[in-house]
């Protein structure tokens, strides 16, 4: 087997790493292994799939990679790393990367519990802000928390937040947790003097909630007129 030195003794400890292997010989001999998307368990495939329906539905533009591996061997379902596109098949182009790894948490004498994270290399990032002359700013206090109701809500509740952060409008969220109250008891914790709430009704009608965390008065706000009263409210100055 024609394999570099650190891909033999990777073979033992954990072999998906060789077909990370920047070696030539390595790569080659990789391209002629079985695609893992081939070799999934049915809990991964369906989670996968999920993945890549919510990016589609954020449009968020990514690549399929089948060879992508993380260095340690307690990742489960999907890994990820944030390249700039411009930058797409460069060596050491890569922002951030992580995974999810459920498991990790009872491995170490804890509970079992659901969880991921990312790594991110600060210098890469900094240089690539200098690149594309983006100025970062300092913001107080969110001004706005996004409550969610239900599976489908929670789906929908990702899309606005998008639309908030385009518009330049300060938020919190906790897409995290799943019942109404907690989520309220977390934007009083900030803060927040609004809270916009979606519901399985609101994705259906196509509206939002508005609520005074300070009085507790609530009022129907149509989506399509969302950003412009959101501004309004928080006094957020329009662009001329």
């Known amino acids: 087997m024609v394999l570099c030195q650190d891909c033999k003794e990777r073979l033992v400890s954990n072999p998906l790493r060789v077909l990370d292997c920047k070696e030539e010989k390595c790569q080659q001999l990789a391209n002629t292994a079985p695609r ?10 369906v989670h996968f799939e999920s ?23 307690y990742y489960t379902h999907t890994v990820f790393e944030f390249v700039p596109k411009a930058k797409e098949g ?19 004498g804890g509970k079992e519990t659901s969880a991921f994270g990312v790594s991110c290399g600060i ?3 900094i240089q690539q802000l200098k690149e594309e002359g983006v100025e970062l700013m300092i913001t107080d206090a969110p001004q706005l928390f996004v409550a969610h109701l239900g599976e489908q809500a929670k789906h929908h509740a990702l899309q606005i937040l998008r639309q908030l952060q385009e518009a330049g409008i300060p938020f919190a969220e906790s897409l995290d947790r799943d019942g109404m109250q907690p989520q309220l008891k977390m934007a009083d914790r900030l ?15 196509k509206t939002v909630i508005l609520r005074s965390m300070e009085s507790g008065m609530q009022e129907v706000i149509p989506q399509e007129t969302m950003i412009e009263e959101l501004k309004r409210r928080l006094n957020i100055a329009q662009p001329e």
């Open 36 to 45: 893992l998307l081939d070799h999934v368990s049915e809990a991964s495939r």
């Open 51 to 73: 993945v890549l329906r919510t990016l589609d539905e954020l449009a968020v533009p990514y690549l399929v990679t089948p060879s992508l591996v993380r260095g340690l061997d």
């Open 90 to 108: 460069l060596s050491q182009a890569t922002l951030a990367a992580g995974g999810r790894y459920n498991g990790l948490m009872k491995q170490l």
């Open 123 to 125: 210098e890469r990032i």
């Open 191 to 205: 803060g927040a003097p609004w809270a916009l709430i979606i519901g399985h009704k609101e994705v259906i009608d």
